[in-house]
């Protein structure tokens, strides 16, 4: 089992930037790729990055320009957003996926309003 908290989340002005963070817990030292998704309202929850347990980072290719992921520890990955506008509404959500199974968490998540 793996739990999964984020945290960050909130109101920010139209070209603003944000920083969340996501910190896991439980069986976290088997080969795993720690993500991040979100989720606007009447939409399918969508891919926005990820990054392993080596450091490699993948990006959706629509938001690599304006998301940053980064992996401080085992334990500890955070996603910087930059120029923020209302369609990057949503909650956001962090996801823990074990290798080679595929077997996967998913946090609470964390609601971002972006509005003036």
């Known amino acids: 089992q793996v739990q999964l908290v984020e945290s960050g989340g909130g109101l920010v002005q139209p070209g603003g930037s944000l920083t969340l963070s996501c910190v896991a817990s439980g069986n976290i030292f088997s080969s795993n790729i720690m993500a991040w998704y979100r989720q606007a309202p009447g939409n399918q929850r969508e891919f926005i990055a990820s990054?392993?347990?080596?450091?490699?980072p993948d990006y959706k290719d629509s938001l690599w320009d304006r998301f940053f992921v980064y992996r401080r520890n085992a334990t500890t990955i955070y996603l910087r957003s930059n120029n923020l506008g209302p369609e990057d509404t949503g909650v956001y959500y962090c996801n823990f996926k074990l290798l080679p199974s595929a077997e996967d968490y998913w946090g609470q998540g964390t609601q971002v309003t972006v509005s003036t």
């Open positions: 990054v392993t347990d080596r450091g490699m």
